[in-house]
């Protein structure tokens, strides 16, 4: 089972920020998160990912807090090219395979 | 950009039959996987390749799936005799090895088992 949860949809308006949030509490010390989205049916796409400290980059910024429990995807500036399902995963120790749950659908408004 | 590329897009095959699928990583990743996604469900990892043998492999993953890496570039998945179960979209992703290294996907091969 994935190791994270997130809010199943999100609506944003377009160019407003979007903040999309996972909670990953039973995450260990040496585990990552990775954010990935899938737009239809292609393959995921990289986003960004993170052990401690936030991070970002050209496409997002990600946050995690102290505590490492959870963390925030967000996308600065959203547009309808955004419109997507956002994957949170964290990779289990010692693997390199990734868990995919059910992601949060995003719908970026006009 | 280095991208991971798949062929074909979209194969249709009658059950029973075999098929291939085909996928060239990114040059200098050296961990390659598979997964699929049946349509409307959640992304499946079938199994992951390093050093030309499986790391890693799922439930999914039985008899009747082999993963090969020929060559230098490119990194098969063969179902043996397919089912109308099969049918959905597999991807192919590659990795570095540091710890952390983030995987990049392919656009998906559309298999339909007819």
């Known amino acids: 089972d994935a190791k994270t949860t997130q809010p199943p949809s999100m609506d944003c308006a377009e160019g407003r920020a979007a903040n999309l949030p996972c909670n990953h509490s039973?995450?260990?010390?040496?585990?990552?998160v990775y954010w990935y989205r899938q737009i239809h049916s292609q393959g995921p796409q990289y986003i960004i990912h993170?052990?401690?400290n936030n991070e970002t980059n050209e496409m997002a910024s990600l946050i995690i807090t102290e505590d490492r429990k959870s963390s925030t995807l967000i996308l600065p500036h959203a547009t309808l090219r955004d419109t997507a399902v956002y994957y949170c995963?964290?990779?289990?120790?010692?693997?390199?395979?990734?868990?995919f749950g059910t992601g949060t659908r995003l719908k970026v408004l006009a | 950009e280095p991208e991971v590329t798949q062929t074909p897009s979209h194969q249709v095959t009658q059950m029973g039959q075999e098929v291939i699928l085909r996928c060239v990583p990114i040059?200098?990743?050296?961990?390659f996987y598979w997964y699929r996604q049946i349509l409307g469900q959640k992304v499946e990892f079938l199994v992951s390749?390093?050093?030309?043998?499986?790391?890693?492999k799922s439930e999914i993953f039985d008899d009747q799936f082999s993963v090969e890496r020929p060559d230098g570039s490119n990194f098969t998945l063969k179902i043996r005799s397919t089912k109308l179960e099969d049918s959905a979209m597999y991807f192919c992703?590659?990795?570095?090895?540091?710890?952390?290294?983030?995987?990049?996907f392919g656009q998906g091969t559309r298999l339909t088992v007819v």
């Open positions: 993170g052990l401690k």
């Open positions: 995963i964290v990779r289990v120790d010692g693997t390199y395979k990734y868990i």
């Open positions: 040059s200098n990743h050296l961990y």
């Open positions: 992703a590659s990795s570095n090895l540091h710890l952390g290294a983030e995987a990049f």
């Open positions: 039973t995450i260990s010390g040496n585990e990552y």
């Open positions: 390749f390093y050093n030309n043998e499986i790391s890693e």
